[in-house]
């Protein structure tokens, strides 16, 4: 993968930048060792590597602020990072870059449930927020399945979204404020403990901005009191077609679950010998479908999506009668991951979007490519967004595999946008997917990013290299 | 989405601002007419208008997306979704009653200004169902943003800084929402003779509570009455099956007795009162200025009594108490007490209706901290370079 070149002046100064960040931070707060920056040198996307100039472990918004203002002043280039769980590479160091790392950041300053929010440092654990309320029977919302390890700031950084946004929504949907540190030091609150700011919308266009325009330091976010109860049910289908036609039909009815999981058979084999959660091997594609409520409600609804669910020829239905029955239902698609790893120890998760009408044509031409390379995959489908996760299997000690399995993923998100969707639905573009931003972009949509990006960074200081494809006219993204 | 989509009418928008940009002519951005009477008043030479860019581009029920040219009345829309048993989640507003105006609104025009109505504190605003968008930029570029499925986190989201941007970045020519299932039925618990404080601790209890209530108002004794109600009252709304109304409503009661005894509204009663709520139907034939202040919901009824001694204000609250429509004289003094009274309160306030003497004459919405005024200014400069789109709409000079 190209990078651009390191500036060879900031490489040359290092032992002075790392001097002056020294005099900003306590002694432990500076990494410049080899050893101790190894942690750092890559993310969830661990095919990409690179040490970066130092590491950096602020424990304040003042202490961003003079790092920034420190780092801009000497030109040095900035990673900010939070738990490094990024799929995409957003969070892939530089050569001639700081990290700035969140993870001591991991206070919670205030729970306020009469007005449902909670303001928490960058660095707090996305799981973190639930287990602080959900004494008092509040949850934050969007819950990513990385959400022990993945910060709150690398949410924001991403607009992370989990297997309830079609009820609940994405980060961008959850949050009220943010404090914000921009290149230039200066400390900005976005919003505050109130709906819809006036001015425009930066709370929007900050979330998701993938450590581009500012380093995110403190987080308001909205905390929701949980159901009285929920419950799942699985469904199995003779093909994808007929399971796609089964989850239009329950949109169409007019019930929203509050998770509708969609499996293919290579993801549900794997899944069944990794977790025994009872999945019919004989099934083509599954659905896992929860509803939310009383136990009346859920008796309601599940007798409702059943029916519905019948009227496509089912290889099985299964309601879950207990909150065990239910965990145990959704303990293969939680562990999807790990049982695709134990398959194969190298694999690529991908992240399009497709219309949801689309699935079937999608998956056949999937299996097409599949057949063709020779690498396997295995399909989960957020099925209610249209959120496509490929999960390529690949050999990482062969790079003739992984340039395979990079370009047939390449291939699957070509394919997203070809089909009227979209390039990533949660995980990001970061360096993974920038070069196949004119896929989706003309150059004028991407001049435009671009602009936006030079009004908050014009020296291209923040996360470099990500997002926007490098061989652009934009010469500022390759080096300035 | 597709780059080859776009209507007839947008090649003339892309036209007229590229024609506004080469002579350095300001335009007036428009949806339905003139609204000269929102925000600040904007100078402009020229208007352009979005009546060409019409229609509906695209419906998919089973998606939950709909897209339609900025210039299509929202009550087509709104019919066209409510055919399939759909509805616009953030339950946009009608205001001609307040403006006392007859033209329709338009989809781009609710975008624009980011309108979003009683459902609001449980289902997000306009923004947070705006999927896509295509618009001109004031180079008179097409730049698009988004697409038509429900998840996309592919670039920078341009979609919402448009939404609430009121024309002054790009004129929006196509626009995608999401729709969601309109509900079997509507119900609504309301507890009466409450003082505002209690008003908003029943509120807060009934969105804190596990029954996912979608609407959450206070309405003093005056505005209650306009609504038939004979004492002040504290409204929660529920919208789901049948049964499930019927449940939720009942325990919402029971649970939260301490508020007193509460009736419950059945599904008409509940559609025509947050019908009300939502147009600021309390505050109609009033005929001083007209404030929106954004608070945490805790806040309300401090700012609810602080203007009711400033100026006698009228008001009632939305949103958990987090909203607060507030209705006085059209001075410059009650200005600056709603100024103060909101920026005590850590909150942010607009001036949503005054004559254009007091709209020229002060900020409409609050100023922006120094650094971020000047990304303010660039982020303006990286859209319309020349400022030619809405000059002075937000800012003076923006
Ligand atoms: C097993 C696994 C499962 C996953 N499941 C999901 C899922 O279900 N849904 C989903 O959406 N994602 C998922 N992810 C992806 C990932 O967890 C998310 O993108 C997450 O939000 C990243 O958080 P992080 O703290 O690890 O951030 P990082 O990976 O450290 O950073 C992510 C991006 O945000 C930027 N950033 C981080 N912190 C800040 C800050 N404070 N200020 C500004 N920018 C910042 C970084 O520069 C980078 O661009 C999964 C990942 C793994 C490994
Ligand atoms: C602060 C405020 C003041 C208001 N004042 C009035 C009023 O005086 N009279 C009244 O009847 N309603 C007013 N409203 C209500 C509101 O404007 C309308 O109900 C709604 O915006 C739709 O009207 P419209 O479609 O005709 O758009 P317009 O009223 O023509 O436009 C509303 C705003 O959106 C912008 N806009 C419209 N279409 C586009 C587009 N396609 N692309 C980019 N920008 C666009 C316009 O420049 C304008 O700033 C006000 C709302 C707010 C928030």
Same mark, same amino acid.
């Given at each position: 993968?190209?990078?651009?070149?390191?500036?060879?002046?900031?490489?040359?100064?290092?032992?002075?930048?790392?001097?002056?960040?020294?005099?900003?931070?306590?002694?432990?707060?500076? =990494?410049?060792?080899?050893?101790?920056?190894?942690?750092?040198?890559?993310?969830?996307?661990?095919?990409?590597?690179?040490?970066?100039?130092?590491?950096?472990?602020?424990?304040?918004?003042?202490?961003?602020?003079?790092?920034?203002?420190?780092?801009?002043?000497?030109?040095?280039?900035?990673?900010?990072?939070?738990?490094?769980?990024?799929?995409?590479?957003?969070?892939?160091?530089?050569?001639?870059?700081?990290?700035?790392?969140?993870?001591?950041?991991?206070?919670?300053?205030?729970?306020?449930?009469?007005?449902?929010?909670?303001?928490?440092?960058? &660095?707090?654990?996305?799981?973190?927020?639930?287990?602080?309320?959900?004494?008092? &029977?509040?949850?934050?919302?969007?819950?990513?399945?990385?959400?022990?390890?993945?910060?709150?700031?690398?949410?924001?950084?991403?607009?992370?979204?989990?297997?309830?946004?079609?009820?609940? &929504?994405?980060?961008?949907?959850?949050?009220?404020?943010?404090?914000?540190?921009?290149?230039?030091?200066? =400390?900005?609150?976005?919003?505050?403990?109130?709906?819809?700011?006036?001015?425009?919308?930066?709370?929007?266009?900050?979330?998701?901005?993938?450590?581009?325009?500012?380093?995110?330091?403190?987080?308001?976010?909205?905390?929701?009191?949980?159901?009285? &109860?929920?419950?799942?049910?699985?469904?199995?289908?003779?093909?994808?077609?007929?399971?796609?036609q089964c989850v239009d039909s329950i949109i169409s009815s007019g019930i929203i679950p509050v998770a509708l999981e969609f499996m293919d058979r290579p993801a549900i084999h794997a899944c069944e010998a990794f977790a025994h959660a009872g999945y019919p091997l004989d099934a083509e594609a599954l659905l896992i479908i929860e509803v939310e409520g009383s136990v009346a409600e859920q008796d309601y609804l599940l007798g409702r999506i059943k029916q519905i669910c019948g009227k496509f020829d089912p290889i099985s239905l299964k309601v879950a009668e207990s909150a065990e029955q239910s965990a145990?239902?959704?303990?293969?698609?939680?562990g999807a991951f790990g049982a695709v790893g134990r398959i194969s120890p190298d694999y690529l998760c991908m992240d399009g979007t497709i219309p949801t009408g689309q699935l079937p044509l999608v998956l056949r031409r999937i299996g097409e490519m599949s057949d063709a390379c020779g690498l396997k995959v295995a399909n989960i489908f957020h099925a209610g967004d249209g959120n496509l996760h490929p999960l390529i299997m690949f050999d990482a000690n062969d790079p003739a595999s992984f340039a395979t399995a990079e370009k047939f993923g390449a291939d699957i998100l070509r394919l997203c946008v070809?089909?009227?969707?979209?390039?990533?639905?949660?995980?990001?573009?970061?360096?993974?997917?920038?070069?196949?931003?004119?896929?989706?972009?003309?150059?004028?949509?991407?001049?435009?990013?671009?602009?936006?990006?030079?009004?908050?960074?014009?020296?291209?200081?923040?996360?470099?290299?990500?997002?926007?494809?490098?061989?652009?006219?934009?010469?500022?993204?390759?080096?300035? | 989405?597709?780059?080859?989509?776009?209507?007839?009418?947008?090649?003339?928008?892309? #036209?007229?601002? @590229?024609?506004?940009?080469?002579?350095?002519?300001?335009?007036?951005?428009?949806?339905?007419?003139?609204?000269?009477?929102?925000?600040?008043?904007?100078?402009?030479?020229?208007?352009?208008?979005? $009546?060409?860019?019409?229609?509906?581009?695209?419906?998919?029920? $089973?998606?939950?997306?709909?897209?339609?040219?900025?210039?299509?009345?929202?009550?087509?829309?709104?019919?066209?979704?409510?055919?399939? !048993?759909?509805?616009?989640?953030?339950?946009?507003?009608?205001?001609?009653?307040?403006?006392?105006?007859?033209?329709?609104?338009?989809? %781009?025009?609710?975008?624009?200004?980011?309108?979003?109505?009683?459902? @609001?504190?449980?289902?997000?605003?306009? @923004?947070?169902?705006?999927? %896509?968008?295509?618009?001109?930029?004031?180079?008179?570029?097409?730049?698009?943003?988004?697409?038509?499925?429900?998840?996309?986190?592919?670039?920078?989201?341009?979609?919402?800084?448009?939404?609430?941007?009121?024309?002054?970045?790009?004129?929006?020519?196509?626009?995608?929402?999401?729709?969601?299932?309109?509900?079997?039925?509507?119900?609504?618990?309301?507890?009466?003779?409450?003082?505002?404080?209690? !008003?908003?601790?029943?509120?807060?209890?009934?969105? !804190?509570?596990?029954?996912?209530?979608?609407?959450?108002?206070?309405?003093?004794?005056?505005?209650?009455?306009?609504?038939?109600?004979?004492?002040?009252?504290?409204?929660?709304?529920?919208?789901?099956?049948?049964?499930?109304?019927?449940?939720?409503? #009942?325990?919402?009661?029971?649970?939260?007795?301490?508020?007193?005894?509460?009736?419950?509204?059945?599904?008409?009663?509940?559609?025509?009162?947050?019908?009300? *709520?939502?147009? #600021?139907?309390?505050?109609?034939?009033?005929?001083?200025?007209?404030?929106?202040?954004?608070?945490?919901?805790?806040?309300?009824?401090?700012?609810?009594?602080?203007?009711?001694?400033?100026?006698?204000?009228?008001?009632?609250?939305?949103? %958990? !108490?987090?909203?607060?429509? *507030? #209705?006085?004289?059209?001075?410059?003094?009650?200005?600056?007490?709603?100024?103060?009274?909101?920026? $005590?309160?850590?909150?942010?306030?607009?001036?949503?209706?005054?004559?254009?003497?007091?709209?020229?004459?002060?900020?409409?919405?609050?100023?922006?901290?120094?650094?971020?005024a000047r990304i303010t200014a660039s982020v303006k400069a990286a859209f319309d370079p020349k400022g030619i789109l809405n000059p002075g709409r937000m800012y003076a000079g923006i």
């Open positions: 993968m190209l990078q651009p070149e390191p500036k060879r002046e900031v490489l040359a100064r290092r032992d002075a930048i790392v001097a002056g960040l020294r005099e900003i931070l306590p002694e432990s707060g500076v =990494i410049a060792e080899t050893l101790r920056m190894k942690p750092y040198e890559t993310d969830g996307l661990p095919a990409y590597r690179q040490m970066p100039l130092a590491v950096v472990l602020p424990e304040t918004t003042e202490q961003v602020a003079a790092v920034l203002q420190f780092l801009h002043r000497e030109g040095v280039r900035v990673i900010p990072r939070g738990a490094g769980t990024s799929l995409s590479g957003g969070a892939l160091p530089l050569a001639d870059a700081v990290v700035v790392g969140m993870m001591r950041m991991n206070r919670i300053l205030e729970i306020d449930y009469a007005d449902r929010c909670a303001t928490v440092q960058a &660095g707090v654990t996305n799981i973190g927020i639930t287990n602080a309320v959900q004494g008092d &029977g509040f949850f934050y919302a969007p819950d990513p399945s990385s959400q022990l390890a993945c910060m709150i700031g690398g949410n924001v950084g991403m607009n992370s979204g989990g297997a309830h946004c079609l009820r609940y &929504g994405v980060t961008a949907n959850n949050l009220l404020g943010l404090r914000v540190v921009t290149i230039e030091g200066e =400390i900005i609150d976005i919003g505050g403990h109130h709906l819809d700011a006036a001015g425009y919308d930066w709370l929007g266009l900050l979330t998701g901005s993938e450590g581009q325009l500012v380093v995110v330091t403190e987080v308001i976010v909205r905390i929701l009191r949980g159901p009285e &109860g929920a419950r799942a049910m699985l469904a199995a289908f003779n093909s994808n077609e007929i399971a796609g145990a239902i959704w303990k293969g698609r939680k070809e089909v009227g969707g979209c390039l990533t639905g949660e995980h990001g573009v970061g360096v993974e997917k920038r070069d196949l931003m004119p896929v989706q972009f003309s150059p004028d949509d991407l001049a435009q990013q671009r602009r936006i990006k030079d009004a908050f960074d014009p020296g291209w200081l923040l996360n470099p290299s990500k997002v926007f494809p490098l061989a652009a006219p934009h010469t500022q993204a390759l080096a300035a | 989405m597709s780059e080859a989509a776009g209507f007839a009418g947008e090649a003339g928008v892309i #036209a007229a601002v @590229r024609a506004a940009y080469a002579s350095g002519t300001p335009v007036e951005v428009c949806g339905n007419g003139s609204k000269s009477g929102m925000l600040r008043p904007v100078q402009a030479g020229a208007r352009i208008d979005t $009546q060409a860019l019409t229609g509906i581009t695209l419906y998919s029920p $089973q998606e939950l997306v709909i897209g339609a040219g900025a210039g299509t009345p929202m009550a087509e829309i709104a019919a066209a979704v409510a055919d399939k !048993g759909q509805q616009i989640t953030s339950e946009p507003p009608d205001f001609s009653a307040l403006f006392g105006t007859t033209a329709p609104q338009t989809l %781009g025009g609710v975008v624009a200004t980011n309108l979003s109505g009683p459902r @609001r504190v449980a289902w997000g605003a306009t @923004r947070d169902h705006v999927m %896509g968008v295509r618009a001109v930029n004031g180079r008179g570029e097409l730049v698009r943003s988004g697409g038509r499925v429900l998840k996309n986190v592919t670039g920078l989201d341009i979609c919402k800084l448009l939404s609430g941007s009121h024309g002054t970045l790009a004129v929006l020519t196509e626009i995608v929402l999401k729709v969601l299932p309109r509900p079997e039925r509507r119900g609504t618990v309301v507890f009466a003779g409450l003082d505002p404080v209690r !008003g908003v601790a029943a509120l807060s209890a009934a969105l !804190g509570s596990p029954y996912a209530v979608c609407g959450a108002a206070y309405l003093p004794a005056e505005a209650a009455a306009s609504l038939g109600f004979k004492h002040s009252v504290a409204l929660a709304r529920i919208e789901d099956f049948a049964v499930s109304v019927d449940y939720r409503t #009942a325990k919402l009661r029971d649970e939260l007795a301490e508020f007193g005894a509460a009736e419950v509204l059945d599904d008409a009663a509940s559609v025509a009162a947050w019908a009300a *709520i939502r147009d #600021a139907a309390p505050l109609h034939g009033h005929e001083g200025a007209i404030w929106r202040i954004s608070v945490r919901p805790s806040a309300g009824p401090g700012v609810a009594q602080a203007l009711s001694a400033a100026f006698g204000a009228r008001w009632f609250m939305d949103w %958990g !108490g987090g909203l607060l429509w *507030i #209705a006085g004289p059209a001075t410059q003094q009650a200005h600056a007490a709603v100024m103060a009274a909101a920026n $005590q309160a850590g909150g942010t306030w607009l001036l949503f209706r005054a004559p254009d003497s007091l709209r020229a004459a002060v900020p409409v919405i609050p100023e922006e901290p120094a650094a971020l």
